[in-house]
């Protein structure tokens, strides 16, 4: 065995030592790079063995020596300078079943998953290798592997390799469910509050810490009050808007708190603090919400956790993880919902909800975790039990097992000396006990009872009599093969899943010729539509020749109620599941239950296992001389401090030790569990099996490829037996598992052909790009078929889909292609390449032979039924004062529904204009309001009050649209031929054109120029005057940054303006060649501040070039003689050219085409910078005869407030794949408003657009800035886009603070009146910093929607709008029929008659990076008080009119309006005088 010496090196030191792996080609002849070495000290045969991948050879290296570089070889523990063995292994003897990367700050779309999945294949990793993928801008490290059954340290990606991606920032809801057990106390005598919050929610802070989390967290407390009524009528007016009534009747109310909103802590501990605080009043406070003076309210009480609003919750947050796509954001991915119980792992929830649950949480990928730290209880949890509407006596519940809601129980390490037996069953309170509880009703005694002993204590006579366990036998027995039982016929029917068929019956109302004792049989439906079971009652049922069906079920009810009955109790058709024995129902496979298997990892015995599952097993008696193997096991786990493990050792006797139910490894090598960055030595160990030892006990019999799979668990391979004890799977609450892009099942052949429709069409990817290159005004690289196909396998990724990987070759018809469903090798002859991908019940195969693609979609025969539920409830956010109502829905998606076609031939054509993208399309995007910089947080620290504008604000609009160009410049990519230099650089004349002549002087309120008589001043900077680099220095008002060779005489003509103006260096400034743009091309905006400086005899620059138009001179640039001259960043270019000349450039002429491609923007109420304007009233809007109106909507030139160009995304030519986008923007910009920017994507990924946003904010950020902003920045309760936890705060405006209680604006005629109550609220916002943003109106329903503004204010933190508040409109909102459009900010009523509420509605920007939103802290308050909150606060008090600021305003306003009437009288007496 050949030895060699061990160097180590640092990489990045030397160009020669930049590899893993340093060794020389003479002492390895045989080795080739890409070869897999393992490396491991002589003399420890079994020690560490580390593998390393020959990446390049190096002859500077000496003989018989490798290098390794120095991390690596700290971490497995190899001394420098010692003697190793080295030999070269195959991959496929030491390749990995799983490997898990974490990932962070970053946002990696699934599509970019697989491309870095492709990129690691064959390659060689070890722990905690960072892995940079530079094409995507990726960067990732390497946290867990497992191998052949236990965890190792190195091994090799192979194809079949599962990887699983986790993040370590993810988006996070925590749910603290508020029953009435959190009042409890645990056997050891902490209330179950406090272990939630001081127990399990300090430890996941603390291990989110250890690993440095960086998660986006919102913290939501939640209940369910229950009212003692029996009707509505005994509710007062004020509660009724939110009542729900349950299955039985009762009235209750939905309760959501929430702590926290879209947070990132580096120390969460702050937090508890404040949940602690809530927690003291929130009973309080949620019970006695609704009492008022001298009115009686219903008694009400706090649910248990069984019948808490749980399902409603993870829908709750399912609600906002759906619209993923709506508000990215570049620096997170994952999501993740909590729910933390007092309870045991048992709810009592509707079916229909539950399907519903259970479709939304699989399709959307979420991962779901429920963390009980009341005590785990005997038999199988996470159990749902349905709402049993039948009251009979013996009616059997029926019960579901989700595999699709990740369980933990939590239990503190507290040790009680006396014993360390844990109780796991709570016993009810029973009769007397229960008027003594606190606060209990009768009817929950009674509800105790009932659940204790299923059935009334006066029915319950016989008991003595009755033999449960016969009972028991007969309830939960398997079907027989031949049922006698006339119910059960066997019915010679298609097999179906039966929840279609029962809601097809709702539907069409055949359940009303159905007595009511037949009802109960009949909604025994499935627990779970995945369980198929033949024929069942349901079927038999709805067959039109079942007449005896009334009779059958009449016996049925009465042998039900003869309780000692010989006959056959008759049941459904079939198993009811049995919670203490949920393993002899085994359910047929399928893609749902597969879809979340590839991340957990391989046990020794082959089946998948969960880590935070322990197995107790039996204690075999020691013989003497034989060690105890079994004593000595550990179970891995992921944190040191586990405290479920460490407390359950063999003293005294005990007769199970406890084990994990997988990693069965002997001491001698792991004696600690594994964390990232400490104890490693112990982890880093051979691949032995001689160390394994055999599974004890129940090992499942089941492996994956069997077509049956538990009902328990979330891998559907281990079997649940009631010695598993259930610990806290630690790994998913702080690093999330992302949806693997992988899944193992396939239908076989003849399912597919039973049970699913087939479809297919093919794309000829070539042909059409032929067809596109001729019409397309740009070209622009095709896609290649290749690339076509892998980007349709990337959308699909990207909307959820998984690659199925098969073993064998799929069972398809006419299947040609090589047999691997992921990236197979491709055969040297031609393309042909295979992918088979699903999504629910939903398959694609897409196949790629020569040139042609053909896409086969498989979708189910009978698809589920489309499910609505409308749910009610309250809420309060932070800084909210009240409990606000609001309403969403929860509705399955018809995935079959998603037009592929559509997206594909979009891909095919690179995005052609024939293929926009659609919002059913899900496409990305990110939006952005460019806003003037003002440092704002500074001055309003200065004056203690935050109605400062616009007085403190200096008049920079020359700069802020200066600055705009740039901006669309470097968004349209594009150059100037003659580059002006930088400013105070050169001696040259040049100058940049940024930065305005003027010194900032006090703005006039609207936009008026008072005329500068500015001396001249030398236009040459020296080098060394930094304040003129700055662009401080006072400057000539005429110099633009142009030479000013001459200056017009009064009468020059058109031409002689014209030549000057063509002129290459002194003329306006062209841009340099660009493909689409003809040659000598410049924007208006350019002509008309070159103009003005060259003018100066009145005549107005804008008229100038619109004659030389008329004259054919200039022209816009895609050639169409009809566009007039617009003012702004708008193209036009110069007609007579020498058309031989080698750069010349001719026009497309087609107009589309042209804006497609390019950027234009509008420029308004900024004439006054290229002409001097006559001033004009000072008058508030609010007070003027005829109000400006409020937009530029009605005067801008294309009457459109929208338009969209195609936008190149890979700037930096970083990418491996084509990347693209569109870019939609504001048609118009106006200063003193916000200016929008939407880029949108399908085809691009994350980390490039991020890149690619990131230069444009830096590009912006002289004058302006951009700033992130939601798609729906109110949040208004009701509507559909918007997160259901999220909603604006509305703010009353006092209006009667005239004297003498007179109404405002009575001088003015009525109709104005609303529309001036607008502009008066505007005003105030326009006092505060807020500016106007221009929207779409959503839909045109008529005259009769009520107007409303929005605004966002100029540091981007928050939004406002507001309403016109006028009674005349009693409209029915297109969106929710029940909800008065305004109703549920704009006094809280349904009663349309009570008069409207004034005021504002004011929200969040909850797209503001943390760390900015809290660095704007005002220094010198007192407690270091948010700018945002400081802001809100003077806001309502100027509002309400404090210190009589509101009036003060208003007679400052009046006087502005005064002595304008005055100054125009004057002007028209003097007027008057001179014509007389």
């Not at 001689?690 to 391979?717: C, D, F, H, I, R």
């Not at 998603?898 to 993208?917: A, E, K, Q, S």
């Amino acid at each position: 065995m050949k030895l060699y010496k061990l160097n180590t090196h640092t990489r990045g030191c030397n160009k020669s030592y930049d590899a893993d792996l340093v060794m020389n080609l003479k002492d390895h002849p045989n080795a080739n790079v890409g070869d897999v070495v393992e490396i491991y000290a002589p003399d420890e045969e079994n020690g560490t063995h580390l593998l390393l991948q020959i990446t390049e050879f190096n002859g500077s290296c000496g003989r018989d020596v490798i290098s390794i570089e120095s991390g690596i070889a700290n971490a497995f523990k190899m001394r420098p300078y010692s003697n190793v063995v080295m030999r070269i292994v195959k991959p496929a003897d030491v390749a990995l079943d799983s490997i898990e990367i974490t990932f962070k700050d970053q946002y990696m779309g699934r599509s970019e998953m697989w491309r870095l999945k492709t990129y690691l294949t064959d390659t060689c990793v070890y722990v905690n290798k960072k892995i940079d993928y530079n094409d995507m801008q990726i960067r990732c490290q390497v946290y867990e592997m497992w191998s052949q059954g236990e965890r190792v340290a190195s091994g090799v990606i192979t194809e079949e390799t599962k990887i699983v991606f986790r993040s370590s920032t993810s988006m996070v809801y925590l749910f603290l469910q508020m029953s009435s057990e959190m009042w409890d106390f645990d056997i050891h005598g902490d209330l179950y509050f406090e272990k939630a919050v001081n127990g399990f929610l300090t430890e996941l802070f603390q291990k989110w810490r250890k690993l440095s989390c960086n998660h986006e967290v919102t913290i939501v407390l939640f209940s369910r009050t229950f009212y003692a009524a029996k009707s509505l009528d005994e509710f007062p007016e004020h509660m009724r808007d939110c009542l729900q009534q349950d299955y039985k009747g009762r009235f209750y109310e939905d309760f959501y708190r929430v702590a926290i909103q879209n947070e990132r802590c580096d120390d969460w501990c702050t937090v508890l603090g404040q949940l602690r605080k809530l927690f003291t009043s929130y009973q309080a406070t949620v019970l006695r919400y609704h009492e008022r003076e001298n009115m009686d309210i219903p008694t009400a009480t706090n649910s248990s956790a069984t019948q808490g609003n749980f399902l409603e919750v993870l829908n709750i947050s399912l609600n906002t993880f759906e619209k993923h796509y709506l508000d990215r954001t570049f620096d997170r991915t994952g999501q993740l919902s909590v729910v933390i119980t007092p309870g045991v792992g048992v709810f009592s929830v509707d079916r229909e909800l539950t399907n519903i649950t259970k479709q939304r949480i699989i399709d959307n990928g979420v991962g779901s975790d429920l963390v009980c730290v009341g005590e785990q209880p005997l038999h199988a949890v996470p159990l749902l039990k349905f709402h049993n509407k039948d009251t009979t006596l013996t009616s059997a519940d029926d019960y579901s097992l989700p595999h699709w809601i990740n369980l933990s129980f939590y239990s503190t390490n507290k040790k009680i000396a006396y014993s360390s037996f844990i109780p796991r069953i709570k016993l009810p309170l029973f009769g007397s006990q229960s008027t003594l509880h606190d606060g209990v009703a009768e009817g929950e005694g009674d509800e105790n009872e009932r659940n204790f002993l299923s059935c009334n204590q006066s029915e319950y006579k016989h008991n003595s009599l009755f033999d449960y366990d016969a009972y028991d036998e007969q309830i939960f027995q398997p079907l027989p093969a031949q049922s006698t039982c006339s119910l059960q016929r066997v019915v010679r029917a298609k097999k179906t899943s039966v929840p279609s068929l029962e809601t097809y019956a709702y539907r069409n109302n055949d359940w009303e010729n159905l007595t009511p004792t037949q009802i109960p049989a009949m909604r025994r439906k499935m627990s779970d539509p995945d369980i198929h079971h033949g024929t069942s009652a349901m079927l038999a049922a709805l067959q039109p020749d079942t007449t005896n069906l009334s009779e059958s079920l009449a016996s049925e009810k009465n042998s039900r109620r003869t309780i000692v009955s010989i006959a056959p109790i008759v049941r459904p058709g079939r198993a009811l599941i049995n919670p203490f024995d949920p393993s002899h129902v085994t359910i047929k496979l399928t893609s749902n239950r597969r879809r979340w298997t590839h991340i957990f990892p391989k046990g020794p015995t082959g089946v998948l296992i969960q880590q935070h599952h322990y197995q107790a097993v039996p204690a075999k008696p020691t013989q003497a001389g034989q060690q105890r193997p079994l004593q000595q096991i550990q179970s891995i786990c992921q944190s040191n401090n586990n405290n479920d493990q460490e407390d359950y050792g063999c003293e005294n006797g005990e007769q199970y030790d406890r084990v994990s139910s997988h990693s069965l490894i002997s001491k001698s090598a792991s004696s600690h569990s594994f964390v990232m960055g400490d104890d490693k030595n112990d982890f880093f160990k051979r691949r032995q099996n001689s160390l394994m030892n055999p599974l004890p006990a129940n090992v499942p019999n089941l492996t994956a490829t069997q077509a049956k799979s538990y009902l328990w668990g979330a891998t559907g391979e281990q079997e649940w037996t009631p010695a598993i004890t259930t610990g806290v799977d630690w790994k998913s609450l702080t690093i999330p598992a992302c949806l693997p892009i992988t899944t193992d099942y396939f239908p076989d052949k003849r399912s597919l052909n039973n049970d699913y429709v087939i479809s297919d069409y093919t794309l000829l990817p070539d042909d059409v790009n032929h067809d596109y290159a001729q019409s397309r005004a740009v070209y622009r690289k095709p896609l290649s078929t290749e690339e076509v196909c892998k980007e349709i396998v990337s959308q699909r990724l990207a909307q959820g889909f998984q690659l199925i990987v098969v073993d064998e070759k799929p069972p398809i018809a006419g299947a040609c292609s090589s047999g691997s469903a992921v990236l197979p090798v491709k055969p040297p002859c031609e393309t042909n390449k295979e992918y088979l991908l699903s999504i629910g019940r939903i398959f694609h195969k897409i196949s790629l032979s020569g040139s042609v693609i053909t896409v086969t979609g498989y979708r189910p025969r009978h698809p589920y039924p489309p499910i609505n539920v409308d749910y009610r409830y309250r809420f309060h956010a932070p800084q909210h004062e009240t409990y606000e109502i609001s309403g969403v829905n929860f509705t399955t998606e018809k995935l079959e529904n998603f037009n592929w076609n559509h997206m594909d031939l979009y891909i095919c054509t690179r995005g052609d204009v024939d293929y926009p993208l659609m919002e059913s399309l899900k496409y990305w995007r990110y939006r952005m309001y460019l806003l003037p910089r003002e440092n704002i947080v500074s001055k309003i620290a200065s004056c203690q009050r935050c109605d400062i504008f616009p007085d403190v604000t200096a008049d920079n609009t020359r700069e802020q649209v200066e600055d705009f160009v740039r901006l669309i410049e470097a968004v349209s990519k594009l150059k100037r031929q003659y580059a002006r230099k930088a400013r105070g650089l050169t001696n040259s004349p040049f100058r940049e054109r940024v930065g305005s002549n003027r010194l900032p002087e006090k703005r006039p309120s609207i936009n008026v120029r008072p005329k500068l008589e500015n001396g001249r001043i030398p236009r040459i900077f020296p080098a060394t005057d930094a304040a003129a680099a700055a662009g401080i220095a006072a400057r000539d008002d005429q110099d633009d940054g142009f030479p000013v060779d001459i200056k017009f005489s009064p009468n020059a003509t058109l031409p002689e303006i014209f030549e000057a103006m063509k002129h290459p260096v002194n003329g306006v400034g062209f841009f340099s060649q660009t493909q689409s743009l003809p040659s000598c091309t410049f924007v208006s905006y350019d002509a008309l501040m070159w103009l003005k400086t060259r003018l100066n005899n009145g005549r107005h620059p804008l008229d100038l070039l619109e004659a030389m138009r008329k004259e054919r001179m200039i022209c816009h640039a895609s050639g169409d003689w009809k566009k007039p001259v617009v003012p702004g960043f708008v193209f036009y270019y110069v007609v007579p050219q020498d058309k031989n000349a080698k750069d010349y450039a001719p026009p497309l002429d087609d107009y589309s085409a042209f804006v497609n491609e390019w950027l234009e923007i509008e420029f308004q109420g900024c004439s006054f910078l290229w002409h001097d304007e006559p001033l004009t009233t000072p008058v508030p809007n609010f007070l003027r005869e005829s109000p400006a109106p409020q937009s530029w909507t009605e005067t801008s030139s294309n009457k459109r407030v929208y338009r969209q160009s195609h936008l190149e995304i890979d700037v930096n030519q970083k990418s491996d794949r084509m990347e693209w986008g569109h870019v939609k923007h504001h048609t118009v910009l106006q200063p003193r408003f916000a200016f929008e920017i939407v880029v949108e994507w399908v085809t691009s990924s994350g980390p490039i657009v991020a890149d690619l946003i990131g230069g444009w904010m830096r590009k912006a950020n002289q004058f302006n800035f951009l700033v992130s902003v939601p798609a729906d920045p109110m949040a208004e309760p009701f509507t559909k886009k918007s997160d259901p936890l999220r909603g604006p705060i509305f703010i009353p405006l006092c209006t009667t603070f005239l004297p003498n209680g007179a109404a405002l604006f009575d001088e003015f005629p009525e109709e104005s009146r609303s529309d001036r109550m607008l502009f008066f609220q505007e005003a105030i916002l326009g006092k505060f910093g807020f500016l106007p943003c221009v929207l779409e109106k959503q839909y045109n329903v008529g005259k009769d929607l009520p107007k409303e503004y929005q605004y966002v204010h100029c540091t981007g933190n928050m939004f406002a709008l507001i309403r016109c508040a006028t009674n005349n409109y009693q409209v029915e909102s297109p969106i929710l029929k029940e909800t008065n459009v305004t109703r549920c900010v704009y006094g809280h009523t349904n009663n349309t008659n009570v008069p409207k509420k004034v005021g504002f509605l004011w929200a969040w920007n909850h797209m503001i990076p943390n760390k900015k939103w809290k660095a704007q802290t005002i220094n010198n308050s007192a407690d270091g008080e948010l700018f945002q909150l400081k802001m809100l606060k003077d806001f309502r008090e100027f509002c309400s009119n404090s210190d009589q600021r509101l009036s003060t305003f208003w007679t400052q306003s009046q006087e502005l309006k005064r002595r304008a009437q005055k100054f125009e009288n004057n002007n028209n007496n003097t007027e008057e005088m001179k014509l007389k």
